[in-house]
């Protein structure tokens, strides 16, 4: 499967943006979907994840109430809608995908083989 992400930008605090993730391929339903960011000096680190059908999800505690991540079989489009942003959620963001028939989401990037290019995402003061 090849990832393309999509919709970052600069956005002030408080603001809002949807980064889109599209994928390639017949067997779309069949991968789980993950975000991961990686901001400048940081390593990358896990932000959601969905489940092929989009029955399960995950978030990292830092996003959990803020972010929402969603998808679209039809189309092979996953969201990761962001809500009230922070200076500290500025980070460029990857989009990265595993074969799962499973509903456990996985939160290591090591556990992701196919990932996207990044999209930055900044978030002023």
């Known amino acids: 499967v090849q990832l393309q992400a999509s919709g970052g930008g600069l956005v002030q605090a408080g603001g809002s943006l949807r980064l889109s993730c599209a994928a390639s391929?017949?067997?779309?339903?069949?991968?789980?979907i993950g975000w991961f960011r990686q901001a400048s000096g940081k390593e990358r680190e896990f932000v959601a994840a969905?489940?092929?059908?989009?029955?399960?999800?995950g978030y990292a505690d830092s996003v959990k109430g803020r972010f929402t991540i969603s998808r679209d079989n039809a189309k092979n489009l996953v969201y990761l809608q962001m809500n009230s942003l922070k200076p500290e959620d500025t980070a460029v963001y990857y989009c990265?995908?595993?074969?799962?028939?499973?509903?456990?989401?996985?939160?290591?990037?090591?556990?992701?083989?196919?990932w996207g290019q990044g999209t930055q995402v900044t978030v002023s003061s």
């Open positions: 990265a995908a595993r074969i799962s028939y499973v509903l456990r989401i996985r939160i290591l990037s090591d556990e992701y083989p196919y």
């Open positions: 391929g017949r067997t779309f339903n069949n991968h789980h």
């Open positions: 969905i489940s092929g059908s989009g029955d399960s999800s």
